[in-house]
C-alpha cells in the first residue's frame, strides 16, 4: 500500500513479523478493559459470597474458597472458552468486550493472537473441563458433599499442571512474546500467578482434610474393637 512502510508492524504484538492478517487494532482503551474486568469480577464474588451465607455451617473460609471457585469457573468458561472457540477474534471489525479482552493480553503473550497450538490446547481442556468442575467445586462445598475435598485436589492439581506447561513451552520457545516488561510482568507473570499459588494453598488444606478424616476413621475402628 502507498504510503506505508513494509517494515513496519502493523500491530503492537512481539514478534513484530507475526503475521495476523486482516488484524482489527484495539478499540477500547486499556483502563476500560481491566475496569470492566475488575466490576464484573467484583460483582460474581459479591454475589457468591452473600448466596454461601445462606447455607448453614459455612465457615469464612469456605466461603472464601466459593468465591473463589466460581470465579476462576467462569473465567475459565466464558473468558477462556470465548478465546478457544473463536480463532479469528482478532479480525472482527465490530469487535466483542471479549475479543478486545484476549487482544490486550496478547501485548503480554502474543502466543493467543497468534493462536499457539500449546495454548489453545491448553486452554480448551481448561474451559471444557475445569470450568464446570470449579462451579461443582463450589456447590460441594456449600452442600458439604464428601467429594469436595477430592474435587478440589483434582481440579488445583489441573490447574498447576496447565500453569506448568503454559510457563514451560514459553521458556522452550523463547520467552519472548510480550510487548514490554510491563506487559510482561503485569500480565503473563502477575495475572497467572493467581493460578499458581492459590491452587497451590487449596491442594494442601484439602490434603490435610482428608489425612485428618482417615485417620479419624481409624481412630474410632481402633476404639470400637476394645
Not at 513496519?8 to 486482516?22: G, M, N, S, V, Y
Not at 466490576?39 to 447455607?55: E, T
Not at 510480550?178 to 494453598?201: D, K, T
Request: proline residues 4%; aromatic residues 16%; charged residues 15%.
Amino acid at each position: 500500500m502507498a504510503g506505508v512502510d513494509a517494515s513496519e508492524p502493523i500491530h503492537p504484538f512481539i514478534p513484530a513479523d507475526l503475521i495476523l492478517q486482516d488484524y482489527v487494532p484495539i478499540i477500547l482503551s486499556q483502563s476500560t478493559i481491566l475496569s470492566v474486568y475488575g466490576c464484573a469480577s467484583l460483582l460474581v464474588v459479591s454475589f457468591v459470597w452473600i448466596l454461601a451465607g445462606r447455607f448453614p455451617r459455612i465457615t469464612k473460609l469456605d466461603k472464601v474458597l466459593m468465591c473463589w471457585w466460581v470465579f476462576t469457573g467462569l473465567t475459565h468458561m466464558i473468558l477462556e472458552g470465548y478465546f478457544v472457540f473463536t480463532p479469528e477474534f482478532f479480525k472482527q471489525t465490530s469487535p466483542t468486550y471479549l475479543a478486545e479482552v484476549w487482544k490486550e493480553y496478547s501485548k503480554g503473550d502474543s502466543r493467543y493472537v497468534g493462536r499457539d497450538s500449546a495454548v489453545v490446547a491448553i486452554e480448551g481442556i481448561t474451559a471444557v473441563l475445569e470450568g464446570p468442575a470449579c462451579i461443582l467445586a463450589a456447590y460441594a462445598i456449600a452442600t458439604r458433599k464428601s467429594y469436595s475435598h477430592i474435587l478440589q485436589i483434582a481440579i488445583a492439581l489441573g490447574q498447576l499442571y496447565g500453569t506448568a506447561v503454559y510457563f514451560v513451552t514459553s521458556y522452550l520457545e523463547g520467552d519472548n512474546f510480550a510487548a514490554s516488561p510491563i506487559y510482561y510482568y503485569s500480565y503473563y507473570i502477575f495475572a497467572n500467578s493467581f493460578w499458581v499459588w492459590i491452587p497451590s494453598l487449596i491442594v494442601i488444606r484439602s490434603w490435610k482434610k482428608i489425612c485428618a478424616a482417615v485417620d479419624n476413621t481409624q481412630e474410632h475402628k481402633k476404639t470400637k474393637r476394645r
